[in-house]
């Protein structure tokens, strides 16, 4: 491993599923669909409601940047089998108030998650939350305390209200903003993920580190991360 990075950068941007947070992606997003179709079922069919938040997830991987990814959402998504935004909305908050945490069981906390991140913090880096802003702020907040690093001053975390792009393998728009809004060039940071959406910010110049998976080689056109290994092996890189 290369020699760390203490006065090389400043920021470090940490993904949060399978990163932070060790996720079965398959069933928790599996059970996520079924679980708040389930919250508005006597009014939607559940086979309908899946389809447009497919389509909705869809647009919103294609936004341009011009408005948020919360309006990209909801001008595909509503209305909803006759039913306005305003009628359905209190639902969907319920739902995350009261359901979303079932779906803590399809999570595990990795051990060593909190002291990489305090790390980070202890090293007076700026610390982002850079997960793919396609769930409202309440559900990654969620996330970061089945992590049990919820509690941390972070810079910026992405969501999908505050968030005008998201993670793409033909743009970089979504790392583009954040840099943006922290205010430091792509060189200047750190960029800490476990999949090939987030080692592509190489592109823009900033450093990356891979957290090693079940996938061990990238496609052709993803440069190769510039570090490799566990959150153990970040930390003293920090």
């Known amino acids: 491993m290369n020699s760390g990075l203490d006065g090389k950068i400043n920021a470090v941007l940490f993904d949060l599923d399978n990163t932070l947070l060790d996720v079965d992606l398959d069933k928790f997003i599996s059970n996520y669909l079924k679980l708040l179709a389930q919250s508005v079922a006597h009014l939607v069919p559940t086979g309908k409601f899946i389809s447009k938040i497919r389509k909705a997830s869809l647009a919103v991987e294609e936004n341009n940047g011009y408005?948020?990814?919360?309006e990209v959402y909801a001008n595909v998504f509503f209305p909803l089998e006759g039913?306005?935004?305003e009628v359905i909305e209190p639902f969907f908050d319920?739902?995350?108030e009261q359901d979303f945490s079932k779906l803590r069981q399809y999570t595990r906390k990795k051990p060593e998650a909190r002291s990489v991140v305090q790390t980070a913090f202890d090293k007076g880096y700026d610390v982002v939350i850079a997960t793919t802003p396609i769930l409202p702020a309440t559900a990654i907040e969620q996330r970061l305390e089945w992590a049990g690093v919820a509690d941390f001053p972070y810079r910026l975390i992405t969501t999908i209200e505050n968030s005008n792009a998201t993670k793409s393998l033909t743009h970089l728009l979504y790392y583009e903003q954040i840099l943006d809004k922290i205010g430091y060039p792509a060189d200047a940071c750190l960029m800490v993920g476990d999949d090939e959406k987030d080692m592509i910010v190489a592109r823009l110049g900033m450093q990356t580190f891979y957290i090693e998976g079940k996938k061990t080689d990238f496609a052709n056109h993803i440069p190769e991360p510039t570090?490799?290994?566990s959150l153990a092996d970040l930390k003293p890189l920090l």
Do not use: D, L, S, V
């Open 67 to 70: 408005t948020t990814n919360e």
């Open 83 to 85: 039913y306005p935004r």
């Open 94 to 96: 319920k739902f995350y």
């Open 227 to 229: 570090y490799k290994g």
